[in-house]
């Protein structure tokens, strides 16, 4: 299956946030979205969910324009992480994630247990079953992230958004949900779109990286093609280096700050 964003322009009101960018993710790869604070990264993602509307262009799953799909029809194929969150009442986990099961509900029905079965499944294939019967306001925020993609999971869909999924989380939980989320891609065949504000999460695990520049500029590529130290320095504004880690430097590629300006 294929997502497609075609020659999209967006934004609110008369104002444009995004313009003219087109991109492509299959099924079995991830895509990592960088930029600058308040590029429009979550712009692109609420047009790609029909929160907002295209002021031009158009999003295809397999050549189907996809503008005139319900809500239902397209959290069908197209599940959204949010950052984690706390949700305002104390509800258990399995509750959480079987709420994924919404767009598959008719109006007005409760889940069944087919409905529950598919939502444990969900905390089984990311590794915490265990949580099930645990409140979600009482569980660590890199627990909350994985019950938030488990919800998304229970959706069954054939893509997932993720907005900065792992902010806020702590170094051993931004790798945990990293490589939950390359299991999902290489196991499952989901198709991942993901935004993340960290170069080297997108050496990690993604098969392409999109930039968003200032200015509307666009690139896209595969990480070494797109993450090089010079476009770093355009788009940031800040001097790196990028060094290949692992046996005969044949390994996965780091980028790290080489210049510090404290003054
Ligand atoms: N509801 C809204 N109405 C009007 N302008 C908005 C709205 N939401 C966001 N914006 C503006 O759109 C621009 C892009 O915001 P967006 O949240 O998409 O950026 P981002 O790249 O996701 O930022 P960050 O990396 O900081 O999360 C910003 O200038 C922001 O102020």
Redesign the pocket.
Known sequence: MKLEVKNISC???D?T??SDISLTVRCGESLCIL????????????AMLGFIKLQSGQILLDEEDISSWSRRSLARKVGYVPQAHNPPFPFKVIEVVTMGRTAHLSLFSSPTRQDTKIAEEALQTLGIAQLKDRIYTQISGGERQLVLIARALAQQPAFLIM??PTANLDFGNQIKVLNQIKRLVRNENLGVIM?T?FPNHAFYCASKVAV?EKGNAFRIGTAEEVITEDYLKTVYGVDVQIISVGEKHEGRRVCIPVSANCG
């Open positions: 934004g609110y009101a104002k946030v995004i930029g600058p604070n308040g590029i429009g990264k979550t712009t692109l993602f609420k907005d900065e935004t504000h968003i």
